[in-house]
């Protein structure tokens, strides 16, 4: 194949030789959050393929071995690839690191060839770097692990440049691969399809418009009446359309019934709670924050959303860099103008869907809050960012090839370099080839029911969860599970002893699989059972006797029972065998021969191509150049689509011609592919280099260090149980109905056997809690898995409520049982939750202050202004301290008729004593309002007499007032009839 003669394609793939060295060096999966969930489901795959079902839509072990449809939602390439590797006797988790590894190498192939073939092998090379090691890819093949999404980020360029490829060559022969990739995307992810949904289609209108013909050079071809005018003003939309059908085709059998019977399951779990965009934005800070060492103390490091450094970066430079080459001359014409306006639309589009400010358009633009994660925006945001990187540096060749290079190396050194940090994980698990027992294990320390974080996939009749006990001691023992629980008369089910049931009736599970369980039955009478699977609608219960069917149960007499789910039959005395068949549905049939059809059509399409290749058929956008100028065409009797310009005209490196240059390797591709290979050694070599781990009881970089351990005197091992060793506070200052997040840093001091959760309150200094955060499981891990060496950083976000009080508020945290909601008291007894600092939220609307302070008292404490209104009997006092306060003081507040006599007073600090002075932020206003009434009775108001005074000594402060001269007695007298 000529593109294999590509030798800046070898050094493409050699690129990924960083990301793919640490996955070669160590044995086992990284330590991430989701992968040990795929592997999981993988174990579910590869027991269907021992049975011969190679697309099992039911996984029978799952949902704690009620079985559940995962695979009729769960996008299928992953867990196919991977299972095609094991078939090379690699272990169950080497095969899917494979999986892994291909992907990276398809990162860095297929953005070097999109960007080669619009600016060129050097431009394609340094897009595939930034691509390949943008931080939010390295996150998730090595912290997050959600390796479906990585696959299908993988598919984004290669999209682009199949669909590109088919635009300007205009060939029947470049429609499958066309179809191929958009299928492997809709196959490797469900959100990150819809996200690119509307880049595809935009980027589709972007090329057709700037490669189809120009109607009016059209019409002068035409007139020629030549063969190739005819054949170079022939329109590739056609064929575009035709692979996107092809490609929806043949991943039909998925997604079809995936969106067709996402009613049967509970999609709602996946938009609340924690999956509710609202709580998963990033600051514009993390979006564009440097890279960070990983510290392997952590279970979680912190890993920073941002868009790498490098990525935003170069793509910055690009685009002031276009417009004022082009304001200069230095090029011409619209092709790298049109380049740079769309891919930075697309960069600046999805990287502000990641800030808060986007919240708007969220709750607008139909389906997109079924993304969950603002942040998932950064996958085509980073796509955009590489694509302007190239850009960047093929306007640098413009001064030459020696600055191309130099471009380049830069380039690449620059964005490798930035993300080092992320290249050199220590952290892998020895999987082996689990098996369905571990799945069942894993679905029980970890909570996620089902490899699902909301169990959004169980069925929708499903309201709570199954219950472990159940099977648990069946899967522990390695046998079949046991799948049918007597009811009693009372309609409970009878208890089992050592995995027996206590009753006459007997039964076996005979077989297994995700299409049948078969259960041998024995009854002296006729009983009601409880099927152990959850209720699926197209389930058939058949009874059979040497292997002949006597009874089929009609809808109607399968009983759903509540609130598990199950279903439930009355069975007839006798002995016999029970077939629990899950028939295909309608929906799964039809999308099965639609999927069927497409292959049909793709096979007969290539074996067209391959007897009839057609040559080279560009539309009238290949007859200009990027400089803007016209290039010559060729007579008829010319090679077709051979074209003639000058330096400017459209060259192989800039659009997508039909062959690309096959020179040998040249001596500059030879050193960088030798000085990659050296490096990749070299980086592991040194790898412990820019690693970072704490000592113990210790965090990396923790803004506030603390040792506070919490004890559990009611478990079976009472004592020291977890440790916080410190927090990274907000922001001093918040504001009402605004969000703030806090972390926590926690160690287990012993391996734990309850799961603990954790809470965060915000507490006024009268006790009364405001607002509150819970988690049950920390940062999604179980305290239960939490290993003693290690400490989990746990970020916990608080909105503050929208009438809180502008005063200073304690954060408190603490942990408790959720099973008995006991709270874990501290170690040295001085409560159940510890402060860990102080925030202040800041009034909803500053009162309006002069420049000058009415008084003084003290050296630091001013009183800015005062307001009467006599018809709300109210007096409000504006304060404001210079630095902070040490001692405690209150204020007087004295009512005085026209004599001077005492007729009432509202003594106290601000906001009913909730707020005093030693607790005023130094430059805050403080809005002290205090009602009168009570105080006045039938007596004339005349003066208001105020000061500050110690509250131990009584003791006054001195007062000034605005001239800076001292008041008598220390008090600020105040006419009613100035303040009306």
């Known amino acids: 194949m000529k593109i294999l003669k590509d030798s800046a394609l070898i050094i493409a793939l050699l690129l990924a030789l960083f990301a793919i060295a640490p996955m070669l060096t160590h044995a086992g999966l990284p330590n991430t959050a989701d992968g040990p969930a795929h592997l999981m489901r993988q174990v579910e795959l590869n027991e269907a393929w021992k049975t011969g079902i190679l697309y099992p839509r039911w996984a029978p072990d799952l949902a704690l071995g009620h079985g559940m449809p995962l695979f009729n939602y769960a996008p299928p390439l992953l867990y196919h690839t991977s299972q095609l590797l094991h078939l090379s006797a690699l272990p169950l988790d080497a095969a899917m690191k494979g999986s892994?590894?291909?992907?990276?190498?398809?990162?860095?192939?297929?953005?070097?060839?999109?960007?080669?073939?619009?600016?060129?092998?050097?431009?394609?090379?340094?897009?595939?770097?930034?691509?390949?090691?943008?931080?939010?890819?390295?996150?998730?093949?090595?912290?997050?692990?959600?390796?479906?999404?990585?696959?299908?980020?993988?598919?984004?360029?290669?999209?682009?440049?199949?669909?590109?490829?088919?635009?300007?060559?205009n060939r029947r022969q470049d429609i499958p691969l066309a179809a191929l990739s958009l299928a492997g995307l809709i196959l490797s992810h469900n959100i990150s399809s819809m996200l690119f949904a509307p880049l595809f289609g935009a980027y589709l209108i972007y090329d057709l418009r700037f490669t189809i013909y120009d109607l009016r050079l059209k019409k002068s071809l035409v007139n020629r009446k030549s063969k190739i005018a005819n054949r170079l003003v022939e329109s590739p939309l056609p064929k575009v359309l035709l692979a996107v059908c092809l490609g929806l085709g043949l991943s039909a059998f998925f997604w079809l019934p995936a969106f067709g019977e996402k009613d049967l399951i509970r999609l709602s779990g996946i938009t609340s709670g924690f999956f509710d965009f609202r709580h998963n934005f990033i600051t514009l800070r993390e979006l564009l924050a440097f890279s960070?060492?990983?510290?392997?103390?952590?279970?979680?490091?912190?890993?920073?959303?941002?868009?790498?450094?490098?990525?935003?970066?170069?793509?910055?430079?690009?685009?002031?860099?276009?417009?004022?080459?082009?304001?200069?001359?230095?090029?011409?014409?619209?092709?790298?103008i049109s380049q740079a306006l769309?891919?930075?639309?697309?960069?600046?589009?999805?990287?502000?869907?990641?800030?808060?400010?986007?919240?708007?358009?969220?709750?607008?633009?139909?389906?997109?809050?079924?993304?969950?994660?603002?942040?998932?925006?950064?996958?085509?945001?980073?796509?955009?960012?590489?694509?302007?990187?190239?850009?960047?540096?093929?306007?640098?060749?413009?001064?030459?090839?020696?600055?191309?290079?130099?471009?380049?190396?830069?380039?690449?050194?620059?964005?490798?370099?930035?993300?080092?940090?992320?290249?050199?994980?220590?952290?892998?698990?020895?999987?082996?080839?689990?098996?369905?027992?571990?799945?069942?294990?894993?679905?029980?320390?970890?909570?996620?029911?089902?490899?699902?974080?909301?169990?959004?996939?169980?069925?929708?009749?499903?309201?709570?969860?199954?219950?472990?006990?159940?099977?648990?001691?069946?899967?522990?023992?390695?046998?079949?599970?046991?799948?049918?629980?007597?009811?009693?008369?009372?309609?409970?089910?009878?208890?089992?002893?050592?995995?027996?049931?206590?009753?006459?009736?007997?039964?076996?599970?005979?077989?297994?699989?995700?299409?049948?369980?078969?259960?041998?039955?024995?009854?002296?009478?006729?009983?009601?059972?409880?099927?152990?699977?959850?209720?699926?609608?197209?389930?058939?219960?058949?009874?059979?006797?040497?292997?002949?069917?006597?009874?089929?149960?009609?809808?109607?007499?399968?009983?759903?029972?509540?609130?598990?789910?199950?279903?439930?039959?009355?069975?007839?005395?006798?002995?016999?065998?029970?077939?629990?068949?899950?028939?295909?549905?309608?929906?799964?049939?039809?999308?099965?021969?639609?999927?069927?059809?497409?292959?049909?059509?793709?096979?007969?399409?290539?074996?067209?191509?391959?007897?009839?290749?057609?040559?080279?058929?560009?539309?009238?956008?290949?007859?200009?150049?990027?400089?803007?100028?016209?290039?010559?065409?060729?007579?008829p009797a010319a090679t077709e689509g051979r074209l003639e310009g000058g330096r400017d005209s459209l060259s192989t490196e800039n659009i997508s011609p039909p062959q690309h240059p096959t020179s040998n390797i040249q001596r500059p591709y030879l050193i960088l592919g030798a000085a990659i290979i050296l490096s990749a050694i070299t980086l592991q070599l040194a790898a412990p280099l820019f690693r970072v781990q704490s000592p113990p009881d210790a965090v990396y970089r923790v803004q506030q260090p603390l040792q506070v351990d919490f004890a559990d005197q009611t478990c079976l091992e009472p004592g020291r149980k977890i440790r916080l060793l410190g927090v990274d506070l907000p922001s001093q200052t918040i504001s009402p109905d605004?969000?703030?997040?806090?972390?926590?840093?926690?160690?287990?001091?012993?391996?734990?056997?309850?799961?603990?959760?954790?809470?965060?309150?915000?507490?006024?200094?009268?006790?009364?809690?405001?607002?509150?955060?819970?988690?049950?499981?920390?940062?999604?891990?179980?305290?239960?898995?939490?290993?003693?060496?290690?400490?989990?950083?746990?970020?916990?976000?608080?909105?503050?409520?929208?009438?809180?009080?502008?005063?200073?508020y304690s954060l408190r945290v603490g942990l408790y049982n959720p099973q008995s909601g006991q709270r874990l008291p501290l170690q040295d007894g001085s409560g159940d939750a510890?402060?860990?600092?102080?925030?202040?939220?800041?009034?909803?609307?500053?009162?309006?202050?002069?420049?000058?302070?009415?008084?003084?008292?003290?050296?630091?404490?001013?009183?800015?202004?005062?307001?009467?209104?006599?018809?709300?009997?109210?007096?409000?006092?504006?304060?404001?301290?210079?630095?902070?306060?040490?001692?405690?003081?209150?204020?007087?507040?004295?009512?005085?008729d026209a004599n001077g006599k005492l007729i009432g007073q509202a003594d106290g600090a601000p906001y009913h004593n909730l707020y005093p002075p030693s607790a005023w932020l130094p430059g805050q206003t403080v809005e002290d309002t205090r009602p009168i009434g009570d105080a006045l009775s039938n007596t004339q108001l005349s003066q208001f007499a105020i000061g500050v005074y110690n509250l131990h000594t009584g003791k006054r402060l001195q007062a000034k007032d605005s001239n800076n001269v001292p008041l008598p007695d220390d008090t600020l007298l105040l006419n009613v009839a100035s303040l009306d």
């Open 100 to 169: 892994v590894i291909l992907a990276m190498l398809l990162y860095s192939a297929a953005m070097y060839l999109f960007a080669r073939d619009l600016f060129g092998p050097k431009a394609g090379l340094l897009a595939a770097a930034v691509y390949l090691y943008a931080p939010y890819h390295l996150r998730e093949a090595f912290i997050q692990g959600n390796y479906g999404q990585f696959w299908g980020l993988a598919f984004y360029p290669l999209i682009l440049w199949a669909f590109h490829k088919l635009i300007i060559t």
């Open 834 to 896: 510890f402060t860990v600092g102080q925030v202040w939220v800041e009034p909803a609307s500053p009162a309006k202050t002069p420049n000058d302070p009415t008084a003084r008292f003290g050296n630091s404490i001013r009183l800015l202004g005062a307001t009467y209104n006599p018809a709300a009997q109210t007096i409000t006092l504006i304060w404001q301290s210079d630095a902070p306060i040490q001692e405690d003081y209150s204020i007087f507040l004295h009512l005085l």
């Open 292 to 336: 960070r060492p990983l510290d392997l103390s952590a279970i979680n490091p912190y890993y920073p959303l941002s868009l790498g450094v490098t990525q935003w970066t170069l793509a910055l430079l690009a685009l002031p860099g276009t417009a004022i080459l082009t304001l200069g001359k230095k090029i011409q014409g619209g092709f790298f």
């Open 342 to 635: 769309f891919w930075g639309a697309v960069f600046f589009f999805y990287a502000f869907m990641t800030l808060p400010a986007s919240q708007w358009m969220w709750e607008t633009i139909p389906l997109v809050a079924l993304t969950e994660f603002p942040w998932r925006m950064l996958g085509p945001a980073i796509l955009a960012a590489a694509l302007l990187a190239g850009l960047g540096l093929r306007l640098l060749e413009r001064w030459g090839n020696k600055a191309g290079w130099w471009g380049l190396a830069i380039g690449l050194s620059f964005t490798i370099g930035a993300n080092l940090v992320y290249l050199v994980p220590d952290q892998f698990i020895r999987w082996g080839t689990p098996t369905p027992g571990d799945a069942f294990a894993y679905e029980v320390s970890s909570g996620a029911i089902g490899t699902t974080s909301a169990g959004e996939f169980l069925p929708r009749w499903t309201e709570s969860y199954p219950s472990a006990e159940t099977m648990e001691a069946d899967y522990a023992a390695g046998r079949l599970p046991r799948k049918i629980a007597v009811i009693t008369a009372d309609g409970r089910p009878v208890r089992q002893a050592q995995g027996r049931p206590q009753t006459a009736v007997s039964h076996q599970t005979l077989e297994y699989t995700a299409r049948e369980t078969i259960i041998a039955v024995n009854a002296p009478t006729a009983f009601t059972a409880d099927l152990l699977a959850l209720y699926w609608p197209f389930w058939r219960v058949r009874l059979t006797q040497n292997g002949q069917a006597f009874k089929e149960y009609a809808p109607d007499e399968i009983e759903i029972t509540h609130p598990e789910g199950l279903l439930r039959v009355e069975l007839p005395a006798g002995s016999y065998q029970l077939h629990l068949l899950r028939a295909a549905t309608p929906i799964q049939r039809a999308a099965t021969a639609v999927s069927v059809f497409a292959l049909a059509a793709l096979v007969g399409l290539v074996g067209v191509s391959w007897f009839k290749r057609e040559a080279f058929r560009p539309p009238l956008t290949f007859l200009r150049s990027p400089a803007g100028g016209r290039a010559k065409v060729s007579p």
């Open 738 to 808: 605004d969000e703030f997040s806090l972390v926590a840093y926690w160690r287990a001091l012993q391996k734990l056997d309850t799961n603990y959760a954790v809470f965060l309150h915000l507490d006024a200094p009268d006790g009364q809690t405001v607002a509150a955060v819970d988690q049950l499981h920390p940062n999604d891990i179980p305290t239960a898995n939490w290993p003693p060496s290690l400490y989990l950083r746990n970020p916990l976000t608080l909105r503050v409520p929208a009438n809180a009080l502008p005063i200073r």
